[in-house]
T-cell receptor, first 109, second 113 residues
Framework: SQQGEEDPQALSIQEGENATMNCSYK?????LQWYRQNSGRGLVHLIL?????REKHSGRLRVTLDTSKKSSSLLITASRAADTASYFC?????????FGAGTQVVVTP | DAGVTQSPTHLIKTRGQQVTLRCSPK?????VSWYQQALGQGPQFIFQ???????QRGNFPDRFSGHQFPNYSSELNVNALLLGDSALYLC????????????FGPGTRLTVT
């Protein structure tokens, strides 16, 4: 069974716009991680936020975490066509990652 | 520095057969985890190996087994293949001292006919 749920399931935007996706989860976590996957291949680690952190930035990525609501969000600013991919959140409890079903993002030029 | 490597890239098997998938972790990593990703779904945790022992296991039947070697590389074995075992199998490696950030390989696409 999936631990997290991403919302929306799919997102279509134009280059230069911001993309926001949300993740909700059910159990306690050590940290929460976001991954990107292109065309059904391996996952690329984007960012990790610890359970005692509320916000984290990495380049054009901004992640928030609200442990009281068991939710997280990923914001990609100034999107590019190369950002077209599926994005997954994964909760981490003692090294066991549990993924949601993902958000498919399409960025059109 | 080589990342996580997996072999083979693609594999086609018949129902009832057995399959072995291989994974070499990123240099410096000692923990290997395996995931199954069905089409359109997120990856599902199968199990994790550390110090040649299975440390954690997800909700998968005993047909799924694994092994870790002294050089930290790992194998995933699946017996009595079912059509539902068709999926992308992902290997991830990590170092126990780094907050469990996992690095994924490109995956092995298994098709069971």
């Amino acid at each position: 069974s999936q631990q997290g749920e991403e919302d929306p399931q799919a997102l279509s935007i134009q280059e230069g716009e911001n993309a926001t996706m949300n993740c909700s989860y059910k159990t306690s976590i050590n940290n929460l991680q976001w991954y990107r996957q292109n065309s059904g291949r391996g996952l690329v680690h984007l960012i990790l936020i610890r359970s005692n952190e509320r916000e984290k930035h990495s380049g054009r990525l901004r992640v928030t975490l609200d442990t009281s609501k068991k939710s997280s969000s990923l914001l990609i600013t100034a999107s590019r066509a190369a950002d077209t991919a599926s994005y997954f959140c994964a909760t981490n409890l003692y090294g066991k990652l549990q993924f949601g079903a993902g958000t498919q993002v399409v960025v059109t030029p | 520095d080589a990342g996580v490597t997996q072999s083979p890239t693609h594999l086609i098997k018949t129902r009832g057969q057995q399959v072995t998938l291989r994974c070499s972790p990123k240099s410096g990593h000692d923990t290997v985890s395996w995931y199954q990703q069905a089409l359109g779904q997120g990856p599902q945790f199968i199990f994790q190996y550390y110090e040649e022992e299975e440390r954690q296991r997800g909700n998968f039947p005993d047909r799924f087994s694994g092994h870790q070697f002294p050089n930290y590389s790992s194998e995933l074995n699946v017996n009595a293949l079912l059509l539902g075992d068709s999926a992308l199998y992902l290997c991830a490696s990590s170092s126990t001292g780094e907050a469990y950030e996992q690095y994924f390989g490109p995956g092995t696409r298994l098709t069971v006919t």
